[in-house]
Nanobody, 124 residues
Framework: QVQLEESGGGLVQPGGSLRLSCAAS????????VGWFRQAPGKERVFVAA???????HYADSVKGRFTISRDNAKNTVSLQMNTLEPEDTAIYYC??????????????????WGQGTPVTVSA
């Protein structure tokens, strides 16, 4: 069973950038859909971005043009480059792996393995 561990979160000023990494062990990340989700205090966990096993990428409207998801097969990792960060991006960011169909890629229920999360705070 694949296991996931996120890293790269932290405190950044509005307009700044962060790069999150999701390292996989016990399985090959390229065989799964890997998604990034985030959960702000008091809110539900929501979809941010995903890269399918086919290498197609998908984004929430709120992050299109600012965030980029990518996969490094040699390192068995999936990264999320976040640019032009806004205070509304503040949340715990989770990566997840699954095998769901494309139409369900945005749904947390489509993923069977989750990391512990990494916090991102965007504040002046």
């Amino acid at each position: 069973q694949v296991q996931l561990e996120e890293s790269g979160g932290g405190l950044v000023q509005p307009g700044g950038s962060l790069r999150l990494s999701c390292a996989a062990s016990g399985g090959t990340v390229s065989r799964y859909n890997v998604g990034w989700f985030r959960q702000a205090p008091g809110k539900e966990r929501v979809f941010v971005a995903a890269i399918r096993w086919t290498s197609s990428t998908h984004y929430a409207d709120s992050v299109k043009g600012r965030f980029t998801i990518s996969r490094d097969n040699a390192k068995n990792t999936v990264s999320l480059q976040m640019n032009t960060l806004e205070p509304e991006d503040t949340a715990i960011y989770y990566c997840a792996a699954g095998t769901t169909v494309l139409s369900n890629i945005h749904n947390p229920t489509g993923y069977h393995t989750w990391g512990q999360g990494t916090p991102v705070t965007v504040s002046a």
